[in-house]
């Protein structure tokens, strides 16, 4: 679903009905116990999408009930609120398993993208790909993330780096959007890569960005992000790309000290971005700045993890300059193949040093916010939309401790169950 097919308006009848919930997660803590605002033997009551309740079952009021209410018992569970995804890049064709193989026998990320390999191979195949492939390949993977409890995501173009395969990789996106529940936050992102054809005339292809890229793609887009990092853009053609961007009425976002200290973090500060991406080398001015700006930190453990850098965004720097944490999973094919939040969270924890209870509301709210829709999901409180994950287990410190397997029971998007409505149907706990 696009933004603009969640459902507003004053809320009716209440239409949706979880109880029985062993522990609430809400993500907001006016609502419950410390920063994830947990409450014990809760339900949730959502009308026309947004949640009208979220608290103790026992203290529920009397609320007025649809004829036709979707009543559903918890059996004492955890419930969690549906997983944002706040940076993938859904939209490719090809895959490079053999790339992945080949980095695990000891050849370096830029090495392979030296050799032809890496975000080129990908283009290539984008670029090759029929509309058709490209919109099934990326629904596909929307599939996979609703199934593992993500109910917003955030996904890049960036595989295409023509005018008209920018613009095919964005319709791919929307088309697979419509065709799916998970509400997808789309980014323009042809500024991933100075692309092959344009290696001695970097300007030539910005001046292409610029002038037609960005009109052509910027009505399907709500981001504009740029790679801001060694082999890929320099500070002054990231600033130019997302200062262009901006004029198109595009938030910026940036990839930025992935691969050194190369300056990224200060431009998301300056340009105020939304979120600035990857971080792994940063210092206390540059977090300093970004807390200053607003902008958020989306971190990646996946992508360090599988590149076996042996380096995490560093974690305490973030804490101490009071930085808003968000995760995403970075699904793409060549570093981080992966669409499951819960392995992130995990990950994050073990990986990356943030708590279980720093990495539950960087997946939730702080992801929201990272994709500028902060409050509106990523919470379950009174208003938001009833996005949410039933757990098949008891707390949500499973997501980090119980490894490797797929917890989302049942997934709720917009108060309709998505994935798992026969668990628990009918049950009034
Ligand atoms: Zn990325």
């Given at each position: 679903?696009?933004?603009?097919?969640?459902?507003?308006?004053?809320?009716?009848?209440v239409?949706?009905?979880?109880?029985?919930?062993?522990?609430?997660?809400?993500?907001?803590?006016?609502?419950?116990?410390?920063?994830?605002?947990?409450?014990?033997?809760?339900?949730?009551?959502?009308?026309?999408?947004?949640?009208?309740?979220?608290?103790?079952?026992?203290?529920m009021?009397?609320?007025?009930?649809?004829?036709?209410?979707?009543a559903f018992?918890?059996?004492?569970?955890?419930?969690?609120?549906?997983?944002?995804?706040?940076?993938?890049?859904l939209?490719?064709?090809?895959?490079?398993?053999?790339?992945?193989?080949?980095?695990?026998?000891?050849?370096?990320?830029?090495?392979a993208?030296a050799?032809?390999?890496?975000?080129?191979?990908?283009?290539?195949?984008t670029?090759?790909?029929?509309?058709?492939?490209?919109r099934r390949a990326?629904?596909?993977?929307?599939?996979l993330?609703?199934?593992?409890?993500?109910?917003?995501?955030?996904?890049?173009?960036?595989y295409?780096?023509?005018?008209?395969?920018?613009?095919?990789?964005?319709?791919?996106?929307?088309?697979?959007?419509?065709?799916?529940?998970?509400?997808?936050?789309?980014?323009?992102?042809?500024?991933?890569?100075?692309?092959?054809?344009?290696?001695?005339?970097?300007?030539?292809?910005?001046?292409?960005?610029?002038?037609?890229?960005?009109?052509?793609?910027?009505?399907?887009?709500?981001?504009?992000?740029?790679?801001?990092?060694?082999?890929?853009?320099?500070?002054?053609?990231?600033?130019?790309?997302?200062?262009?961007?901006?004029?198109?009425?595009?938030?910026?976002?940036?990839?930025?000290?992935?691969?050194?200290?190369?300056?990224?973090?200060?431009?998301?500060?300056?340009?105020?971005?939304?979120?600035?991406?990857?971080?792994?080398?940063?210092?206390?001015a540059?977090?300093?700045?970004?807390?200053?700006?607003?902008?958020?930190?989306?971190?990646?453990?996946?992508?360090?993890?599988?590149?076996?850098?042996?380096?995490?965004?560093?974690?305490e720097?973030?804490?101490?300059?009071?930085?808003?944490?968000?995760?995403g999973t970075?699904?793409?094919?060549?570093t981080?193949?992966?669409?499951?939040m819960?392995?992130?969270?995990?990950?994050?924890?073990?990986?990356?040093?943030?708590?279980?209870?720093?990495?539950?509301?960087?997946?939730?709210?702080?992801?929201?916010?990272?994709?500028?829709?902060?409050g509106?999901?990523?919470?379950?409180?009174?208003?938001?939309?009833?996005?949410?994950?039933?757990?098949?287990?008891?707390?949500?410190?499973?997501?980090?401790?119980?490894?490797?397997?797929?917890?989302?029971?049942a997934?709720?998007?917009?108060?309709?169950?998505?994935?798992?409505?026969?668990?628990?149907?009918?049950?009034?706990?």
């Amino acid at each position: 679903m696009t933004a603009a097919q969640v459902p507003a308006g004053p809320p009716g009848p209440v239409d949706f009905l979880l109880s029985g919930i062993g522990q609430l997660v809400t993500c907001d803590p006016a609502l419950g116990e410390g920063p994830l605002g947990v409450v014990e033997r809760a339900a949730v009551a959502a009308a026309g999408g947004r949640v009208v309740y979220a608290g103790p079952e026992r203290a529920m009021p009397d609320l007025e009930m649809a004829g036709d209410v979707h009543a559903f018992g918890a059996g004492g569970n955890a419930v969690v609120p549906g997983f944002v995804d706040a940076h993938t890049h859904l939209v490719f064709a090809g895959e490079r398993a053999d790339e992945f193989a080949a980095r695990l026998r000891g050849v370096g990320y830029e090495e392979a993208l030296a050799a032809g390999g890496g975000i080129n191979r990908t283009v290539r195949d984008t670029r090759a790909a029929t509309d058709a492939e490209l919109r099934r390949a990326t629904l596909d993977r929307l599939g996979l993330a609703v199934a593992y409890g993500t109910t917003t995501l955030e996904a890049k173009s960036g595989y295409g780096l023509t005018v008209t395969d920018e613009r095919r990789s964005l319709e791919a996106l929307a088309w697979a959007a419509e065709h799916s529940p998970v509400e997808v936050v789309p980014t323009f992102l042809g500024a991933h890569l100075i692309p092959e054809e344009f290696a001695d005339d970097r300007d030539g292809y910005l001046e292409l960005l610029e002038h037609e890229m960005l009109p052509a793609c910027a009505p399907l887009a709500t981001f504009v992000d740029a790679f801001c990092d060694r082999g890929a853009l320099t500070v002054a053609e990231s600033r130019r790309v997302l200062q262009a961007g901006a004029r198109h009425g595009l938030r910026g976002k940036l990839h930025a000290n992935e691969l050194g200290s190369t300056g990224g973090a200060a431009l998301a500060a300056e340009l105020g971005c939304v979120s600035a991406d990857h971080l792994l080398f940063l210092d206390d001015a540059e977090a300093k700045a970004l807390a200053c700006a607003g902008t958020v930190a989306v971190l990646l453990p996946g992508t360090s993890f599988l590149l076996r850098t042996g380096r995490a965004a560093p974690v305490e720097v973030l804490r101490e300059a009071g930085v808003i944490l968000a995760l995403g999973t970075d699904c793409n094919p060549g570093t981080c193949y992966c669409e499951s939040m819960q392995l992130v969270i995990a990950l994050a924890c073990v990986h990356g040093g943030l708590t279980p209870e720093e990495a539950v509301l960087a997946a939730t709210d702080g992801a929201a916010r990272a994709v500028g829709r902060g409050g509106q999901v990523g919470r379950l409180s009174p208003g938001a939309a009833c996005d949410l994950v039933l757990l098949a287990g008891r707390s949500y410190l499973d997501l980090a401790y119980h490894l490797g397997v797929n917890l989302a029971g049942a997934v709720v998007k917009g108060g309709t169950v998505v994935k798992g409505g026969t668990v628990a149907a009918g049950e009034r706990a």
